[in-house]
Structures are given as structure tokens and as C-alpha cells.
């Protein structure tokens, strides 16, 4: 593909330096549709990034744009606070009727603001004011946001680090496969525990994500998460899991956590709850817990309408029928497990390990600086891939649900090229 130089002269001389995907992919993107994006000189891009996750149904789908357009035309309430809405009960009937009540899940349903970060304060005050406790306890190569709480909980040391102050209240634990199997699960947390010369405070809860995506697409164990589950259950701490990214599908089943069998006291939920990339968050959480006081918690912008109408229309076109969904998304999967294999194949040496889990996976390089390099060049193939972990060492897959067998295969074509050009 050749790419003219675009004009960025407004973006980089009037925009925050803080910018940074646009360094990463320096186009003017102009339109898109599915799993294809198109810049202002009409160059083509399919989307293995999906907003980072936002997108789980693609760009502009056709079901829930027409219903986003159906509701502005009748002028529909567009900004209502926690104000009760048509919008707002449909999407909370078709929640409770489609997601909640065939997996038995007795939550409570809070909108904190519009964002992930938003959800994840909200459990972490949560979960302090249940418990009469400040402690929280997360895990290695976390990310939970960038708001001060969910920094604290946030293993990331660059993204700490802007914080400008010390990010207190948040002890890291050893996640799944931190220390390759060499000691049991959970013996050092345990010992902190028990201890009373630890140092550690009896925490108020636990946060975790099933799929560490930020943090190199580290998957944990089913029987990980459960004994993680058990753990909190007897320690009297609330188990708080962040679904915001592996949530929506990403990994097969609605709820990440499903394929474990546990049942968190607090879950957090965004980025492709509304469907449409529109800003939304939830913070669900088991309903003793529900001590708030009215507006103890609350956001100018926790009322997004015109989300609830996507989230609604998205449930009902795809969480109908849930096995379906999940289906495809594991058959998808298992498209892009056996093509990184192959591409592993290629090149021993140079590739430390694939992983994943549904459509989110990952491939390691040794050398760190490789990753970059080979989604750079992907970007040049017309490919949109990023990278994650510590040193951004891992190539982070992360296409749409509703990506076609056809359009999956062409793009894992293209990053098996962009591997063996960067080699």
C-alpha cells in the first residue's frame, strides 16, 4: 500500500503531546464500516483492534445504527442523568431477560459514568464501604484504568507513574502463571494473610481480570479463578472482576468468568456493553451489597441514552440466542489459534508463545522491540494490530465478533507477512 503524507499539521501542533494510537497509525481515518476502516485518501484498513475492544460488533452496524437513528429522528432523550427514561428500561428489561436470568445472576445494576475507569472507582468505593476497609488487592501486570483508584490496582510502572502522586491502598499479588507453576497458587497471598507481622491489611476485596489484556493477553486458568473465588469467599473479601474488555462476548461466553463457574460479588462492565462504541459503563454487583446511599455515587454523564438504545438493540440482535454467539466466537478463535501456530512454526526462536482465549489473543516476540516493528508494518499492509504488555512485547489481536471467516484469514495473511518482513 502507498500512503501519501497525510495532513496532521493541526493534531500536532494544537493537540496534547499525550496523544498516542495516531503516532502508531499516522492517517486520517475518515469512515468505516464492519471490520474495514478508510482514510481521507480512500486507503483501506481492516480493524483487528476494535476500538480496543469497544467494537465487538464492528463499525457502524447496521441493526443498532438504525436503531440509534430511529430514536434521534423522534427526538428521543438524549442526556437524562440516573432520570428514568424509555431508553433506560428497555435496556434494563432486555439486560435482566437476556443476560442476567439465564445464567442466574441475582446483580444489581449501577451506572457510574460513562467510561471503564468510572465502573471500576465505583466498585472500588463499593467494595471500601461494604467491608469498613481501605486495602484492595489486584495482580501483576494489571490495568484497571487511569483515574487515581484504578491506578492503584494498576501494575503498569509508565502508566503509574503519571499519576504525579503515590497510589496508596493497593497491595499486587502474583497473577496466574506469574511464577511458572514453581509455587502453588495463592501460598504467598495466603501467608500474607495469615500473618499478622505482613504487613498487609486485612484487604476489603480483590480485583482481576480473567484476561489480562493491557497487560500481554495473560489468560488464568479456570481452576485459577476458582480458587481465587474460594480464597475471597473464606478471607471475608468481596471478588471483584473487571470485565470491561473480556466482557461482551470477547472470549465466547457474555461474562468472561462464566467458563470458570464463579459468581463475583462485583463486576464491572464497558467498552462493547452499548454496542457502538458509545460511551457506558456498569457496575454490577450482588444485591446486599447495595448500601448506597442516593447520590453517594453520581456523574453528570451516567445517563447516556442513546447508548441504553444500542446496548438494547445490540442484546437483542446477538444475546437472543447466546450459544450461538459463542459458538462462532470459539470457532473464530480457534481460526486465529491454529494461524499463529503456523506462524510460531515459521519462526522458532523468535516467537516466545501465542495465547488467548474466543477472539482476544496474543503473540510474544523475545526480542521486545519486534512487536512494534511488526505492527508497524502491519499498519503498512493495511492491517490494524497493537501491542500490549510491560514492554509492549506482545501483538494484540483483537477483531470484531461479527468478522467474517474470510476477512479473519486475510488479516492473519497480512501479520504473517508483516512477521517475516520484520525479520
Known sequence: MTITQPDLSVFETLESEVRSYCRGWPTVFDRAQGSRLYDEDGHEYLDFFAGAGSLNYGHNNAVLKRALIDYLERDGITHGLDMSTTAKRAFLESFQSIVLRP???????????????????????????VKGREAIVSFTN??????LGSLAVTGNAFKRAGAGIPLVHGTPMPFDHYLDGRVPDFLWFERLLEDQGSGLNQPAAVIVETVQGEGGINVARPEWLRGLAELCARRDMLLIVDDIQMGCGRTGAFF???????????????????GYGLPMSLCLFKPELDVWEPGEHNGTFRGNNPAFVTASAALETYWTDGF?????????GQQVAEALGTIQDEHRGEIKEHRGRGLVWGMEFHDKQRAGAVARRAFELGLLVETSGPESEVVKLLPALTITPEELDEGLRTLA???????
Not at 142 to 147: K, V
Not at 417 to 423: F, N
Open 103 to 129: 445464567r442466574d445472576l441475582p446483580y444489581k445494576v449501577m451506572f457510574p459514568g460513562p467510561t471503564g475507569t468510572n465502573a471500576v472507582e465505583s466498585a472500588l468505593k463499593l467494595a471500601r464501604k
Open 142 to 147: 494489571a490495568f484497571h484504568g487511569m483515574s
Open 256 to 274: 468472561s468468568f462464566e467458563e470458570a463457574g464463579i459468581t463475583p460479588d462485583i463486576v464491572t462492565v464497558s467498552k462493547s456493553i452499548s
Open 324 to 332: 450461538a454467539m459463542e459458538k462462532q466466537t470459539l470457532s473464530r
Open 417 to 423: 507477512r508483516a512477521v517475516r518482513e520484520t525479520g
